[in-house]
């Protein structure tokens, strides 16, 4: 079984930072492209950030220059580190990998999902 376990998500004031991390486990071979992506109430699950096993990144508009996607692939984790929140990046935030496995092939494994939520 492979898994992905998010964990950093909280209650920050408005102009406050967080920490996501996601970690996978499981029969892994390698780990291609991570991402981070959100999905706020009666809204469809928009991306936010993805990195590629080289360290290629790629943002939503939205958060640019105030969100950084990064990776550790020795520990087979990504991260989301995400500053100046707004009140509109409330959300839940699920990572997401492209996983060869030791013995399934190719899996798009995702994780279950963590709460940020931005007020004051």
């Known amino acids: 079984q492979v898994q992905l376990v998010e964990s950093g998500g909280g209650l920050v004031q408005p102009g406050g930072s967080l920490r996501l991390s996601c970690a996978a486990s499981?029969?892994?071979?390698?780990?291609?492209?991570m991402g981070w992506y959100h999905q706020a109430p009666g809204k469809e699950r928009e991306l936010v950030a993805t990195?590629?096993?080289?360290?290629?990144?790629n943002y939503a508009d939205s958060v640019k220059g105030r969100f950084t996607i990064s990776r550790d692939n020795a520990k087979n984790t990504v991260y989301l580190q995400m500053n100046s929140l707004k009140p509109e990046d409330t959300a839940v935030y699920h990572c997401n990998a492209d996983i060869i496995t030791g013995y399934l092939g190719r899996l798009e494994v995702w994780g279950q999902g963590t709460l940020v939520t931005v007020s004051s």
């Open positions: 990195i590629t096993i080289g360290g290629s990144t």
């Open positions: 499981g029969n892994i071979y390698s780990i291609n492209a």
